[in-house]
Antibody, heavy 121, light 108 residues
Framework: EVQLVQSRAEVRKPGESLKISCKAS????????IGWVRQMPGKGLEWMGI????????RYSPSFQGQVTLSADKSISTAYLQWSSLRASDTAMYYC??????????????WGLGTLVTVSS | EIVLTQSPGTLSLSPGERATLSCRAS???????LAWYHQKPGQAPRLLMY???IRATGIPDRFSGSGSGTDYTLTISRLEPEDFAVYYC?????????FGQGTKVEIK
């Protein structure tokens, strides 16, 4: 059974850095694209980007390019989403999710439960 | 960027009724690379359909999808209590991948 276990909720101040995680199990982590989706309070879903842990090939949505960094450590089957300088507008729920195959032309099949990030002074 | 517009914004129906949700793309979505998800309050989204008309694993057959090009439809033949949720379409044809803004199916 595929499981994506996300790190706990975080509260940070504007300007601080943050790295949240998504630990995968139940499949060969290196061989499947894994990505992130933002959901701001009361709003819809936004596709942020995906990473292929096998070679760290990364694809970002232009809306998030330069704003966040995706990474993955295949030795511990964990994907990461990080910010170097948070803004209040980064306050949102962040979901990690897995594509079902090698092709990037795929929907997200498996989802984590989400990590709530709150940025407030 | 492909913009997906879902309608209606809110659908008020009773259990047992039929629900028809629309997703219109600003440009053609090749090979029907269109998916549907639903999201219940406080939960993560769940994949319902992909390839416009293929049910994901474990999705009951009261859910069906259709469409091609720029117009897609999700139909729920008879609403069950657990179907009241927000529904999103997503295209995974071109970059960046995009979601629609959602349709809320609420109990009338």
């Amino acid at each position: 059974e595929v499981q994506l276990v996300q790190s706990r909720a975080e509260v940070r101040k504007p300007g601080e850095s943050l790295k949240i995680s998504c630990k995968a199990s139940g499949y060969n982590f290196a061989n499947y694209w894994i990505g992130w989706v933002r959901q701001m309070p009361g709003k819809g879903l936004e596709w942020m980007g995906i990473i292929y842990p096998g070679d760290s090939d990364t694809r970002y949505s232009p809306s998030f390019q330069g704003q966040v960094t995706l990474s993955a450590d295949k030795s511990i089957s964990t994907a990461y989403l990080q910010w170097s300088s948070l803004r209040a507008s980064d306050t949102a729920m962040y979901y990690c999710a897995r594509l079902p195959g090698l092709l990037t032309e795929s929907p997200f099949e498996d989802w984590g439960l989400g990590t709530l990030v709150t940025v407030s002074s | 960027e492909i913009v997906l517009t879902q309608s209606p914004g809110t659908l008020s129906l009773s259990p047992g009724e039929r629900a028809t949700l629309s997703c219109r793309a600003s440009q053609s979505v090749s090979s029907s690379y269109l998916a549907w998800y639903h999201q219940k309050p406080g939960q993560a989204p769940r994949l319902l359909m992909y390839g416009a008309s293929i049910r994901a694993t474990g999705i009951p057959d009261r859910f069906s999808g259709s469409g091609s090009g720029t117009d897609y439809t999700l139909t729920i033949s008879r609403l069950e209590p657990e179907d009241f949720a927000v529904y999103y379409c997503q295209q995974y044809d071109s970059s960046p991948r995009t979601f629609g803004q959602g349709t809320k199916v609420e109990i009338k």
